[in-house]
């Protein structure tokens, strides 16, 4: 049985603290989060206990930590974590520096703790399923990758001010989808963005609309688009061709069902947000970090994974200032 | 919190357990199966205790019975557990008599127990998503309803002898499934099959492929079929024609990825059986059974829909036997 | 190149027409139809000359007939023109009376000229692939067949009175397409229908809502249904269920575009009536007629198809009456 | 009656032909290709007379002139046809050489005859569907276009070395297509693009996979995507993004039938090849260009589009060779 401590008792805290419940090999111990109120309601829910992140890093009974706060204390978070000799599993992103992103990884490696980064998207079923028929050479060597990602709604601007911007905050999910269908290490990254939904993000200095090519060193080349605005809810699509044919993940939809009347055959849109789209891909996660610290195999993603994903987000960046493509 | 005893600790048994245990209202308490092994395996994953019929019955702190053992001993216990005073949900059939049936519907009637049929199917999110929408008007009256069910594979022919055959065993599903769509009972049977599978199905005295046609007394035709063998998965479809158009259910399948090679375009098969395709609908199952007992509402299905349901497989039987269209 | 004479200047007739003007080896020469100016509007559009019946089949350049004229006029055409010598493509039905299209069947025997039956639908490309498929042996043993065929709005009542009822002038399309796909004569019919569109159409004492089984001697069975409303467009489908697997021809849709918004996501319909869906079986249809004319091959749909395919359609309607199974 | 002259009897001259011959205010009277057998053989299917340029040109009875001949040869004849008083449509290129191009369009503005080029896409009926969407305003401001165009097999290595490359020759056709639904002038082109296929490809100075970044002075952002391989066919495929939903044209496919069995769905491919997938465009095209000729109206796309789209694809070389985003 492995015994948890969770830090952050929000949105996704409350979807870690249920799968945790519902895992046979796991416990959720410990809750903390500033907003006691949040913290006890979500400990009393699952039986466990509230504390505060000294206590609960220091109890010797705590195995594993799960970091699902607030953005800026992740770095903390995991070090300390790490130092105390707990298995970490941390939502992305460690940090929006790249460099404090790299110490935290060398930190957990010099302590020997496993360090998984929350890149939940590698952990669905049909991407998975995408990337096994890849290795299993379906489609032979792959020449192009395609990846749509469109949020339904922007965030808040708020949210916006303090996100690091679209590409660290929403593109770094498919930096990371691309490097690990790729199968190779991206050397070059062209950006271009706008501004089209909401002027507010503009004076935010931020962007709603992406277009990113990366290429790898074999020639295949990657093709992301990202927008913070979809009418038919959460679109997130792949789709690789190589020499023998293609792989496409569609959307999945809320339900199989079709109306066909006067206006056309009209079927069901995808599931709205990430919660739900995700919700197989977090059960999966949540497991698979578990059979790391039972097996002492490697995360699936790990410490440097989230670097190497922030270091194609600030390329992107770079980019989109220079007009250029950029090396990385 | 519902404290629940269950009866069966075999492949539905599993589902209805994991699922007790993962609802936040519902604690399993106690699980009977005359297969001690299967019992405590059971039990021992999810912290109950065992017992045997008659003490768990008789156990005050029991509040509901979940009855997934085998179809003989159905009536007995549903009729035991009402007399105890349990809420009871029974797995299909409640017996393969009718009027046995019927006897247990009026007991459970008089001991006011709520007892409800595990016709698992009406609880599909997106069967029920057509009902909601048919309620709704969206195709106006009904005139056409289709309904497609097929096995992966025929069962075991020791299955077979005891299963009550085809129509009461499997199409049973599909006839609760008309009624409840047609929104009438219907009053017409007519039924034709064959044994093109298996002869040693035939030699049971089964059939493995069969078609029937009902009327509703608006005249509303339903047309269902079955085959106890589908090469590429568990098949499950309905479609609802009316004055405005149609509805269709299309199968769940097991991934939104699809190939494009040299001989077409791949997708996914069907979820392979009834475990996969209905988790979703099991665990719905379980939630209403459990709001069920918390309002005093009735439930969605019935001991009198396991009856009706049954009354329309012997009619298709006769009309089997008859060459006619048998009046219900 | 094989010089036709058209007997028909409608609807189906301008399909004709053009059909036979594109085909590389054919050439319209003569239009005839009591209605003079649609007859010469045809036959100018096309460079053919208008003449009466008698003068065009004792034209001794002509060496084909098309009958597209009113249904009560094909069987003495169909005999006049055999009679004449010329081969003949006749649309379905050859006559409402059953021994009248026998005779006429015969006739064309005797006189040693082929005679095709307008089932276009054999020649569509989707219903010939399952065709060849089923042959090439690719579901293995056909168990289960299902047709379904609905138009988009009912016929004038003035046509259903005279168009010899839904099963002999709608159904009995699918009644060809069943024998052909079966590969069997079908043994057995029930029928059951209603009056659920127009009560003009029950006063006619015709119905609008019709579903029938039909069993095949090898124990496969067929299930047909047919409406005449449905309000997305021309509905037809086939699904055939093997040994191996299925195959299913889904609708010909008007376009690849599909909008997603905020309803949904939204396709276009299928083609909107039988001129537009079986634009290519027409013209399919008529090259094979050429063919069999030049090879003196035997037609791949003879007088003897329709005879049967209206015997089928006679049974369902003596099972309709009776509430029974009907033997053929 | 529209009379024409036709340069080229190859493999698009026999579709330009043959629709000719199909349109009904339409005839096809001289056929010019160097290669007299074949010449000989499309005029004789279609009883056109052979003749060469330069009487044919001279002809008063020849209203209109498809040039579908050797890209080399284009820019002489739409000159010499311009200033016989001809009608011209020209499939693509005009040239290669964009100033040549630009001379060609002044020459038949000068002369005032329309001229036309055979961007035949634009008259595919599902392309045209979605740019009559986007005018309607289904999905609000354009934010995001998407662009997906494979060949099934890449050409000749000997077509390669005198195509002028794939920008020039493949993706000209999404150039057009790009600006025609942005309905704005791009203003920013980025390209990256590999050999992967073939290394003679390479050799000829050529790329084979290749994928282009538009940007819109409206900010709005197309992504193109070219390969000269697809295992599966022609893949032709188009998504536009707005502010209120999607549009999404799908690939045309060879038939509707699919095949369900143990190794999943199998549906069909999309047609092979251009001459098949956009048979329907041609003949638009054609039926749109005699309409422009009968009504004086602007083409669809003329001279201008040639030169605009040709500039695109100069400025994607440009690109490639820099590694910078290039202004046009």
């Not at 996704?12 to 945790?20: E, L, W, Y």
């Not at 929006?96 to 990884?105: P, V, Y």
């Not at 913070?228 to 190589?242: F, N, P, T, V």
């Amino acid at each position: 049985m492995i015994d948890f401590c969770q830090f952050g008792a929000g949105r996704i805290g409350a979807i870690h603290a249920r799968n945790i419940r519902n895992h046979p090999n796991a416990k959720l111990r410990i809750v903390v989060d500033p907003d006691h109120g949040a913290a006890e309601r979500l400990a009393g829910r699952y039986g466990a206990a509230i504390s505060n992140g000294t206590d609960a890093l220091a109890d010797p009974a705590i195995n594993a930590v799960v970091i699902a706060s607030s953005t800026d204390s992740h770095a903390g978070l995991v070090e300390a974590a790490a130092r105390a000799g707990k298995a970490v599993v941390c939502e992305k992103p460690i940090d929006l520096d790249r460099r404090q992103a790299e110490a935290c990884a060398a930190v957990a490696r010099e302590c020997g703790v496993p360090l998984m980064v929350g890149f939940n998207r590698r952990f669905d079923p049909n991407f998975e399923r995408i990337e096994q028929q890849m290795r299993d050479g379906r489609i032979g060597r792959l020449e192009l990758l395609m990846i749509t990602s469109r949020d339904p709604d922007p965030p808040p601007i708020e949210y916006v001010r303090h996100s690091g911007g679209l590409f660290r905050d929403m593109m770094i999910h498919d930096f990371d989808m691309a490097r690990w269908l790729l199968g190779e290490e991206p050397v070059e990254v062209f950006a271009a963005a706008s501004v089209l939904i909401d002027s507010a993000i503009g004076e935010a200095d931020d962007v709603d609309t992406a277009v990113v090519i990366l290429r790898a060193p074999s020639g295949a080349l990657c093709q992301i688009s990202n927008s913070r605005r979809s009418a038919y809810g959460y679109d997130q699509r792949i789709e690789a061709l190589g020499a023998k044919g293609a792989l496409r993940a569609e959307n999945v939809v809320e339900s199989t069902v079709s109306f066909a009347g006067a206006d056309g055959i009209i079927s069901d849109k995808p599931l709205p947000f990430f919660l739900e789209r995700y919700a197989e891909a977090y059960r999966r996660e949540l497991d698979h970090f578990i059979g790391v610290i039972v097996s002492g195999a490697a995360p699936l993603v790990g410490g440097e994974d989230g670097v190497k994903a922030l270091a194609l987000a600030d390329a992107a960046l770079e980019s989109l200032r220079t007009g250029r493509a950029v090396k990385v």
